[in-house]
């Protein structure tokens, strides 16, 4: 693949439209037309232990015992530093492909702008990339405080908040599940709840042995939103898509970290299919407290300056910003990005590792255009750790924004994009 983010080509990988093949080339006469200028990239972090100890509600809730992590809870994994290495590896073979660095590149502070979340999954994911993006470059992984704590700029906290607030944001979460609101968001994936209580073993857990009453929150449909001034969105403890997040979280990172998949399905013979399900589970509980539109315009408003702020940057060359799944979830609503589902992954909306990719070019009539994709590494990959290059490329899906329209060449104008974060702004500064 020649020059990889081309949402130009209409191609199919595997028989499913939008995503890009790894024999796709952006053709000669695309690279005469188009000057790759610039690339802003906002990261989901690698792969890291699960958020919960075997002591928490998660490890009651099983007889089984959870992988043996090779770091700290909530830190990336050794895995997760060498899948990270490999992408930057594969960005810096991109980018030299474009013309845009040579080969071992010893960038300035107005080329390279790399900035983490100061937790330390972000930090060193941050660190592992830059390593392999460019090893002799010198890059400096920007952070505002020691490791760990949360930077404003990616705490997706909500700064404004009123009753007018949050009376707009439940009819939001609520339009997600029908006219049973938040219950028909949880009806609607009961099935995936009954895979994760087999799969777990509940019946046989310590949770149940003791006659828990936590026990109870499994059947218990309706949720309970928090929104409060300068926290994040959240559940409160005590109903089922609370309380299996977190087993949906660590079922995922044990599926990628662990080579063996029985193992890793604690002895049961699952499908691919069936840990779409049991990640669609931390999906919802994403899209439910992130996507509605005046919390994502609330959360993603740091982001969405900072990114913008990028974009305009006369001088700058490659920005890589490093968060969470939250922090991609909560820009992508806000900059209005149609509805999508990746395939080749579990996780259909925002990948472990994976980064959208705002590409700017400059075109033969002197005018700025625009792309936008979403990168990640698939399954297989993953779990496979496959070395990326130009011929075996991570997942590249083209992202689209709502109302925008693409030229022939299937690219955006600048301008309208720029408009696009605007809005952002703006919808941000109508929030009552």
Same mark, same amino acid.
């Given at each position: 693949?020649?020059?990889?983010?081309?949402?130009?080509?209409?191609?199919?990988?595997?028989?499913?439209?939008?995503?890009?093949?790894?024999?796709?080339?952006?053709?000669?006469?695309?690279?005469?037309?188009?000057?790759?200028?610039?690339?802003?990239?906002?990261?989901?972090?690698?792969?890291?232990?699960?958020?919960?100890?075997?002591?928490?509600? @998660?490890?009651?809730?099983?007889?089984?015992?959870?992988?043996?992590?090779?770091?700290?809870?909530?830190?990336? /994994?050794?895995?997760?530093?060498?899948?990270?290495?490999?992408?930057?590896? #594969?960005?810096?073979?991109?980018?030299? &492909?474009?013309?845009?660095?040579?080969?071992?590149?010893?960038? /300035?502070?107005?080329?390279?702008?790399? !900035?983490?979340?100061?937790?330390?999954?972000?930090?060193?994911?941050?660190? +592992?990339?830059?390593?392999?993006?460019?090893?002799?470059?010198?890059?400096?992984?920007?952070?505002?405080?020691?490791?760990?704590?949360?930077?404003?700029?990616f705490n997706p906290q909500l700064t404004k908040v009123s009753p007018e607030f949050v009376k707009e944001a439940m009819a939001q979460i609520n339009a997600m599940?029908?006219?049973?609101?938040?219950?028909?968001?949880?009806?609607?994936?009961?099935?995936? +709840?009954?895979?994760?209580?087999?799969?777990? &073993?509940?019946?046989?857990?310590?949770?149940?042995?003791?006659?828990?009453?936590?026990?109870?929150?499994?059947?218990?449909?309706?949720?309970?939103?928090?929104?409060?001034?300068?926290?994040?969105?959240?559940?409160?403890?005590?109903?089922?898509?609370?309380?299996?997040?977190?087993?949906?979280?660590?079922?995922?990172?044990?599926?990628?970290?662990?080579?063996?998949?029985?193992?890793?399905?604690?002895?049961?013979?699952?499908?691919?299919?069936?840990?779409?399900?049991?990640?669609?589970?931390?999906?919802? #509980?994403?899209?439910?407290?992130?996507?509605?539109?005046?919390?994502?315009?609330?959360?993603?408003?740091?982001?969405?300056? #900072?990114?913008?702020?990028?974009?305009?940057?006369? &001088?700058?060359?490659?920005?890589?910003?490093?968060?969470?799944?939250?922090?991609?979830?909560?820009?992508?609503?806000?900059?209005? !990005?149609?509805? #999508?589902?990746?395939?080749?992954?579990?996780?259909?909306? /925002?990948?472990?590792?994976?980064?959208?990719?705002?590409?700017?070019?400059?075109?033969?009539?002197?005018?700025?255009?625009?792309?936008?994709? !979403?990168?990640?590494?698939?399954? &297989?990959?993953?779990?496979?750790?496959?070395?990326?290059?130009?011929?075996?490329?991570?997942?590249?899906?083209?992202?689209? %924004?709502?109302?925008?329209?693409?030229?022939?060449?299937?690219?955006?104008?600048?301008?309208?994009?720029?408009?696009? %974060?605007?809005?952002? @702004?703006?919808? +941000?500064?109508?929030?009552?």
């Amino acid at each position: 693949m020649k020059n990889l983010f081309s949402s130009v080509i209409a191609l199919m990988l595997l028989g499913v439209p939008g995503v890009i093949s790894a024999q796709a080339q952006r053709s000669k006469e695309f690279k005469d037309k188009y000057q790759l200028k610039e690339a802003v990239v906002l990261s989901r972090h690698n792969i890291r232990s699960p958020l919960s100890d075997s002591k928490s509600v @998660l490890g009651r809730m099983t007889p089984h015992k959870w992988t043996e992590w090779s770091a700290g809870k909530s830190e990336l /994994t050794s895995r997760g530093g060498v899948l990270e290495t490999m992408m930057g590896q #594969y960005f810096r073979k991109w980018l030299v &492909d474009a013309g845009m660095f040579p080969e071992n590149y010893v960038p /300035t502070a107005d080329d390279i702008n790399v !900035i983490a979340n100061s937790m330390q999954r972000c930090i060193a994911t941050a660190q +592992y990339f830059s390593s392999g993006f460019m090893p002799v470059g010198g890059i400096k992984v920007n952070h505002r405080y020691t490791p760990s704590k949360m930077d404003p700029l990616f705490n997706p906290q909500l700064t404004k908040v009123s009753p007018e607030f949050v009376k707009e944001a439940m009819a939001q979460i609520n339009a997600m599940g029908g006219k049973k609101g938040i219950v028909g968001i949880n009806e609607a994936i009961a099935p995936d +709840y009954a895979l994760m209580t087999e799969v777990l &073993d509940v019946k046989d857990s310590p949770m149940a042995k003791s006659g828990d009453p936590k026990l109870k929150a499994l059947d218990n449909y309706n949720t309970e939103i928090v929104l409060e001034k300068w926290a994040e969105p959240s559940m409160k403890s005590g109903s089922a898509l609370k309380e299996l997040n977190s087993a949906s979280d660590a079922f995922i990172l044990q599926y990628y970290e662990e080579p063996d998949s029985m193992k890793a399905a604690f002895g049961h013979n699952l499908t691919r299919e069936d840990w779409a399900k049991l990640a669609h589970v931390k999906d919802t #509980y994403q899209d439910v407290l992130f996507t509605a539109p005046i919390v994502a315009a609330n959360v993603a408003n740091p982001l969405i300056k #900072y990114m913008y702020d990028e974009l305009r940057s006369p &001088d700058r060359k490659f920005t890589f910003l490093v968060g969470h799944d939250s922090n991609l979830s909560s820009v992508a609503t806000a900059l209005g !990005i149609e509805e #999508y589902e990746l395939p080749e992954a579990i996780e259909k909306k /925002t990948p472990i590792g994976s980064k959208i990719v705002i590409e700017k070019f400059v075109g033969p009539d002197g005018e700025e255009y625009a792309d936008i994709n !979403i990168v990640y590494q698939s399954v &297989d990959q993953l779990r496979d750790m496959e070395l990326l290059d130009l011929n075996n490329p991570p997942q590249i899906y083209p992202l689209s %924004f709502k109302g925008l329209s693409k030229n022939a060449d299937g690219l955006y104008k600048m301008s309208d994009v720029a408009s696009r %974060f605007e809005q952002a @702004l703006k919808a +941000y500064e109508a929030i009552p």
